[in-house]
């Protein structure tokens, strides 16, 4: 039997992974998986080989301090690629891991699929060169990186996006409240972000901001959503005693939270668009360490951070950075939140992440992955 190594350990890249094992079962591609993975895809039925967790490190400062702990696991999967010899990689997000893996398999002589397209958009657009050396195929998110791809001649298809069918299928706002057992009235959702170094940064302003909220509009209830069980300890250490007294938790709720909700404040990520697709008025928050956004600010060129703001060539959603993320400036910008116009400009968003149809996508996974032209 074909077997597949796969790089899936993020919530948002395991939703990417559990949507391809899906389309390939769909479509009769039956292999053996194996590979560095989170919880879900091992319940999916993918091998683990080694501990992932180290790649949801963020910020170039950030990758120097696990230097040791990424260049172990490197050594890990190039081990279990020559010894192994697996017909296929799929490399799922982390561009500067997984294209030192995809140079590896390519030396090896294992094809390689690639999903979710390095940000050569954003900066760093040289790597285009590299993509073309070390992938076989890429698998994009977003309709306007295909034509950048396609000008350097690497094979692209368009994935819908996976949260597409999740929002679709999100409770109404009065079956979501009482799925997650809150009381009438108004809610303000935050989304912290996944990674424990976002919590780190955004934990204490956005839980100090949305109790200051709380005091001017005491009707207001205030939930968070965290993306797993683990994650509780470090909110709660972060935000503080009197906050995590008073805000609510959920976990491994955020869509169910979102659809309850009826303002958002939503750490920069995947979060900001699930929180468009379903039409939640929301602030973007982004903070990362000091240097590493001073070092950023130089390389990146873009005009806007959050992804549903990129995508409509507009700034819908207000974006707060670094030292702006203050108690009193978030509320202001909560305070003063034009919420029909957002909602209503939101509503293209949709459309522009349906991607391509699936029998383009299963022929390009059985080229990928089985060799079958």
Not at 143 to 163: K, N, T
Not at 166 to 195: H, W
Not at 324 to 337: C, D, F, G, S
Request: aromatic fraction near 6%; hydrophobic fraction near 45%; glycine fraction near 6%.
């Amino acid at each position: 039997m074909n077997k597949t190594f796969v790089i899936a350990v993020e919530r948002s890249g395991e939703s990417l992974g559990l949507d391809l094992l899906t389309r390939c079962r769909a479509a009769g591609i039956e292999m053996q998986w194996e590979g560095v993975v989170g919880s879900r895809l091992q319940a999916a039925g993918v091998r683990n080989i080694a501990d992932g967790e180290v790649l949801g490190v963020m910020g170039l400062v950030e990758v120097l301090r696990h230097y040791g702990k990424l260049r172990r696991l490197f050594r890990q999967v190039r081990d279990y690629l020559q010894r192994e010899r697996p017909d296929a990689v799929l490399l799922i997000d982390h561009p500067a891991f997984n294209l030192r893996v995809a140079r590896e398999a390519k030396r090896l002589g294992i094809r390689v699929l690639y999903v979710v397209g390095p940000q050569i958009w954003a900066w760093r657009q040289g790597r285009i060169r590299q993509i073309r050396e070390r992938i076989d195929e890429i698998f994009l998110l977003f309709p306007f990186e295909r034509p950048l791809y396609a000008e350097a001649g690497i094979p692209a298809q368009l994935l819908p996006h996976p949260l597409l069918a999740q929002t679709a299928t999100a409770p109404g706002k009065e079956v979501a409240r009482q799925q997650l057992a809150l009381a009438d009235g108004p809610i303000l959702a935050l989304l912290p972000g996944s990674r424990r170094s976002e919590l780190q940064r955004l934990a204490a302003p956005m839980a100090q901001a949305a109790l200051l909220w709380q005091q001017a509009h005491p009707d207001w209830q205030i939930v968070v959503a965290l993306a797993r069980e683990e994650l509780r300890l470090p909110w709660r250490e972060q935000a503080g005693p009197l906050a995590a007294g008073q805000i609510q938790e959920v976990c491994g709720q955020s869509t169910e939270l979102l659809a309850a909700a009826d303002r958002v404040l939503v750490a920069s990520g995947t979060a900001t668009l699930e929180t468009a697709l379903l039409g939640r008025p929301a602030i973007v928050l982004y903070a990362m360490q000091p240097l590493t956004f001073a070092i950023a600010k130089r390389l990146v060129r873009v005009p806007h951070i959050a992804l549903p703001n990129i995508l409509l060539q507009r700034r819908v959603y207000p974006e707060l950075l670094q030292s702006e993320i203050t108690p009193e400036r978030v509320v202001q910008e909560l305070e003063k939140l034009p919420v029909a116009e957002q909602e209503q400009a939101l509503k293209p968003l949709r459309g522009l992440l349906q991607g391509d149809d699936s029998d383009s996508i299963a022929a390009a996974l059985r080229r990928t992955l089985l060799g079958q032209e």
